[in-house]
């Protein structure tokens, strides 16, 4: 982990299929947003603030539940390489200050609805941090371009199936 870090910074974490994001509160702790089911049936502290396993992860997805956590920054990194306020570059104009960043994450700690396209980890650190969570107009322009482009040849089912999911997952 890149020491120090102030509070309110945003923290990213290469993943293999993705990027995931957080607000760096302090004292070794981090507010990210994941998918996750178990908010849906319990409001037990204790267990939902267990690490989240890739079934609560995956089930949370499809159910689009999800909540904004705590974890040590360990737990976020979960074995990856922490990258510190990499966005920061594209949003220069609009960076909040890292007190207001970390006063937000921590103001919508709890469950929360989850959406692959409209409200994941990203858009909660850009709300954070910048002011607005990020727009995500591009991504679906570019998946619907996909599925003309691709059509539904049996070549392309998967891309198409998996575009089609994706853009489920938005609404």
Not at 98 to 121: D, H, P
Not at 148 to 160: F, K, V
Request: charged share 20%.
């Amino acid at each position: 982990f890149p020491a120090p870090v102030p509070r309110g910074d945003l923290l990213e974490v290469p993943r293999t299929l993705f990027v995931h994001f957080g607000i760096y509160l302090g004292e070794n702790r981090v507010a990210h947003l994941m998918p996750d089911i178990l908010p849906a049936f319990t409001d037990d502290r204790r267990q939902i603030q267990r690490v989240v396993t890739n079934k609560r992860l995956i089930l949370g997805v499809i159910t689009k539940t999800a909540s904004i956590r705590v974890d040590t920054v360990e737990d976020f990194a979960y074995g990856g390489s922490i990258l510190v306020n990499h966005m920061d570059r594209l949003f220069k104009d609009q960076v909040l200050g890292s007190e207001e960043a970390a006063r937000r994450a921590e103001k919508l700690v709890g469950a929360t609805a989850y959406s692959l396209l409209w409200n994941n980890c990203e858009h909660f650190v850009t709300y954070c941090r910048y002011g607005a969570p990020r727009s995500v107009l591009a991504s679906v322009l570019v998946g619907l371009a996909s599925i003309i482009c691709l059509g539904l040849a049996p070549s392309t089912a998967l891309p198409t199936i998996f575009i089609t999911f994706v853009l489920w997952m938005a609404g």
